[in-house]
């Protein structure tokens, strides 16, 4: 027998499109409390649990989606009677989005989505796309940054009505299905 070997050899001919595209780097992670920007507040699409004295803004926003107070939903208080309902183990504060999967392995019924929000330009980009779709709950989160230090601070939030959120993007005067 005798082994034929032969070598396949491709050539590009041309490029059609080539995009480069430049982030600055931001190590995402949630913190201490950060205000609502105006613009986010007016649309009522979002709760903001106060965390003035620690950095589990995460778990706040997450507990707040689970075991939704009627009232004062912003308060911490509210929240901390479920603390222990969720598995947190080798989860450390502040939560980064690269630990989000752990979460969801330790919570098998919760998904969790999370945007960050770019006041300048008042548009969305995706820093946590959870695989897991089929889950029993799913919470959108959003990231914001404190805008007296960008490099720093970031506050998750929980997104109450995605379609609110994003509506501004198009003038289409009913709801948007995100």
């Known amino acids: 027998m005798h082994s034929n070997t032969s070598t396949l050899s491709f050539v590009l001919e041309y490029v059609k499109r080539f995009v480069v595209s430049v982030l600055r780097y931001r190590p995402l992670h949630g913190s201490t409390y950060i205000p609502t920007?105006?613009?986010?507040?007016?649309?009522?699409?979002?709760?903001?649990v106060h965390n003035f004295n620690d950095s589990k803004c995460f778990l706040w926003?997450?507990?707040?989606?689970?075991?939704?107070?009627?009232?004062?939903?912003?308060?911490?208080?509210?929240?901390?009677?479920?603390?222990?309902?969720?598995?947190?183990?080798g989860i450390n504060y502040p939560v980064k989005t690269k630990q989000i999967p752990?979460?969801?392995?330790?919570?098998?019924?919760?998904?969790?989505?999370v945007l960050s929000f770019e006041p300048?330009?008042?548009?969305?980009?995706?820093?946590?796309?959870?695989?897991?779709?089929?889950?029993?709950?799913?919470?959108?989160l959003l990231l914001l940054e404190d805008p007296q230090d960008t490099t720093k601070h970031h506050h998750y939030v929980r997104?109450?009505?995605?379609?609110?959120?994003?509506?501004h993007r198009t003038k289409h005067k009913c709801a948007t299905y995100v």
Not at 37 to 48: G, Q, S
Not at 69 to 77: G, I, L, Y
Not at 120 to 140: A, G, V
Request: with cysteine; proline share 5%; aromatic share 6%.
């Open 37 to 48: 920007p105006t613009f986010l507040a007016a649309k009522h699409c979002v709760i903001n």
């Open 61 to 89: 926003s997450v507990l707040s989606a689970l075991h939704e107070p009627k009232d004062n939903k912003k308060r911490v208080s509210k929240c901390v009677k479920y603390e222990s309902t969720l598995d947190m183990s």
């Open 120 to 140: 300048d330009t008042k548009s969305f980009t995706i820093e946590y796309l959870s695989p897991e779709r089929s889950r029993q709950r799913h919470i959108n």
């Open 159 to 167: 997104v109450t009505n995605m379609s609110s959120l994003v509506a």
């Open 102 to 113: 752990l979460f969801e392995k330790q919570n098998p019924t919760i998904s969790i989505n």
